[in-house]
């Protein structure tokens, strides 16, 4: 039996939990409901910004997004852009590569390229490139928004986007999907525009897809290069608007995308997906964007709305629409709207809050939020907010070619999936109420061996990033088993011995070399004197940080990470860092 207390948890097997009100059972199907294709997110306009942060930011930044430790993903859209013409807010105006027609500058957007380049590195397997505008020349107003596709472009529209693959693949970097309109039910005007967007009639889609992918086609790339459509903003439009094109190019089609922005009810998201299979057997649809909501965590109360929440809440409230998409809906990809934004609605240097804190004035469209006054203030921090730790579930499990069992029985629920891979098996489940609930899972029969339970601690709407966590500075015990294993999450910690958070100050005396503490809680100036050597007057204060301790048995501080030896022996000792310049293997 496994406890769930009311937080998403993620686990393989073995860890119990406590505070057990109820028992359910629920049993894993042996057959695989469907295939998974990926998660991941899009890598629209925030590079804009970012590509003007350090160098060390920006691969801190990659590793959050592509690596195993930060989100994992396996799915990045990349956009090619329009060049901004018209578009008032210059992070959503990307350059564009296109010069005239069969003429490219394959020099611009170093800022999207940057990234796409470091998804491709990172081992991301689907690579998708992503228009909302065909060059300007192309569109009836001249410009990258507020106007219409002009039919008859289609050959030299597929052309552009064509050579653009291309033109990546030669350089190495496979992008395996292609998507030439981007909610084509909006031209996002009036000039000027808040982004990029271009109106495509649904009588000139087919022509839309008909120019890419013979442009596909004769570069050889057809086979190897898939084409989304439509990605119409809503459920209901797409459905409503299939019929009159679709049939003409179905055979063209990869798979069916479309995004949520009409926050569909169970019932709704399931006619559609019906209706799809109905009448183009054999094709997939999928969920490409979906940004910007409030809500309760169950999912109830969710829709378009402004306002920043980095809560708990609003992280399951959006974990709710993941397991929509993945388990009532049974899509076999999600990606969420953009990865990175700067929509926090408050200014971080001035009110120490502003990330942690909900506003009315910020969106909820990102996963990771920076200070868009970065240009002019120097903050290069990132932002992370609880959205982020949910969705690095799906991320960091729901991998390509990894199936979905079903999971049935009175313990069942709507919040709830299992994923296999060759090896293991790793159930993802969220409990959205207050009460804590107990889930008796019975597991088909397996030559498999099974692996140990990590799961979200109760306390985690109460930490932040713990760098002692990332740091492998913590491990755990499994109970099973008895081994110990590296904390590598802020997951990590059982109730039993709960994270320990202080602040506290660094100081090392420059007389005798030696460091010491004070905490913050207790500390006054008149404190400020080297416990070693009672040298009172040349202490150097260092910046005050949190300090995350461990407690119980079954929690110890990493050895590895440690160079003295008394600290070693210290298992439940709070950590700070000193830097090697200060200070070569001294810790008082």
Not at 8 to 29: E, K
Not at 429 to 445: G, H, I, K, V
Not at 511 to 519: E, I
Request: net charge neutral; aromatic share 10%.
């Amino acid at each position: 039996m496994v406890a769930l207390p009311s937080r998403i948890i993620i686990y393989t097997l073995g860890l119990l939990l406590v505070h057990v009100t109820r028992v359910t059972p629920a049993t894993i199907s042996s057959s695989p409901a469907q295939t998974f294709n990926g998660i991941g997110g899009s890598g629209a306009w925030w590079p804009n910004d970012l590509w003007h942060f350090p160098e060390a930011t920006r691969q801190n930044l990659a590793s959050l997004l592509f690596s195993q430790s930060g989100l994992g993903l396996s799915s990045y859209r990349y956009n090619i852009g329009a060049g901004g013409v018209n578009v008032s807010n210059p992070t959503r105006a990307p350059e564009t590569f296109f010069v005239r027609n069969g003429v490219y500058n394959f020099d611009a957007d170093q800022q999207g390229r940057y990234f796409l380049n470091e998804a491709a590195k990172r081992g991301v397997s689907s690579l998708t490139a992503f228009a909302n505008s065909a060059p300007p020349s192309l569109t009836s107003g001249g410009a990258s928004c507020n106007g219409r596709f002009v039919s008859g472009n289609g050959d030299a529209y597929g052309t552009f986007l064509a050579d653009v693959i291309s033109h990546f693949h030669s350089q190495g970097v496979n992008i395996s999907l292609i998507s030439p309109m981007n909610e084509p039910d909006s031209n996002f005007g009036p000039s000027p525009c808040g982004q990029e967007g271009m109106q495509v009639l649904p009588n000139q889609r087919a022509e839309v897809v008909n120019g890419l992918w013979n442009a596909l086609q004769a570069r050889g790339l057809a086979s190897t290069v898939g084409i989304l459509a439509d990605e119409s903003s809503s459920l209901g439009s797409a459905v409503n608007e299939y019929s009159s094109w679709l049939p003409q190019v179905i055979n063209k089609v990869a798979a069916l995308v479309h995004h949520t922005y009409d926050f569909p009810s169970d019932s709704s998201y399931t006619n559609y997906v019906s209706n799809v299979r109905n009448q183009f057997p054999g094709k997939l649809s999928w969920m490409s964007e979906i940004c910007c909501s409030l809500g309760n965590a169950d999912g109830s109360g969710k829709g378009w709305s402004g306002g920043y929440d980095p809560t708990i809440k609003n992280a399951l409230m959006f974990s709710s629409l993941v397991f929509q998409s993945l388990v009532l809906a049974n899509e076999p990809h999600y990606d969420f709207w953009t990865l990175v934004s700067n929509g926090l609605g408050c200014s971080p240097q001035n009110n120490p809050s502003c990330a942690t804190s909900p506003n009315s004035n910020g969106w909820n469209d990102g996963l990771i939020y920076y200070d868009g006054n970065y240009a002019r203030n120097g903050n290069f921090q990132l932002y992370i907010k609880k959205q982020f730790w949910t969705y690095k579930h799906f991320g960091n499990f729901v991998k390509p070619g990894s199936q979905r069992r079903a999971i049935t029985g009175s313990g069942s629920t709507k919040f709830m999936m299992a994923v296999t891979d060759s090896s293991h098996f790793y159930v993802i489940a969220m409990n959205p109420n207050s009460a804590d609930t107990t889930l008796a899972l019975t597991f088909p029969e397996s030559n498999g061996s099974l692996g140990h339970l990590l799961a979200f601690s109760r306390y985690l709407g109460k930490i932040e990033m713990c760098k002692h966590i990332l740091n492998a500075q913590v491990s755990i015990r499994a109970p099973c088993c008895k081994q110990w294993y590296d904390c590598a999450e802020c997951h990590g910690e059982s109730q039993t011995h709960p994270l320990a958070k202080t602040a506290e100050m660094a100081f090392i005396c420059k007389k005798c070399k030696k460091a010491f503490r004070k905490n913050m809680s207790e500390y006054e100036e008149s404190d400020e004197y080297c416990p070693h050597c009672d040298n009172h007057y040349v202490i150097e204060a260092k910046t005050p940080q949190a300090i995350v301790g461990v407690e119980g048995e079954d929690a110890r501080v990493d050895n590895r990470m440690l160079k003295d030896d008394r600290v070693k022996q210290s298992t439940n000792r709070s950590l700070f860092t000193i830097n090697s310049d200060d200070l070569t293997d001294k810790v008082g």
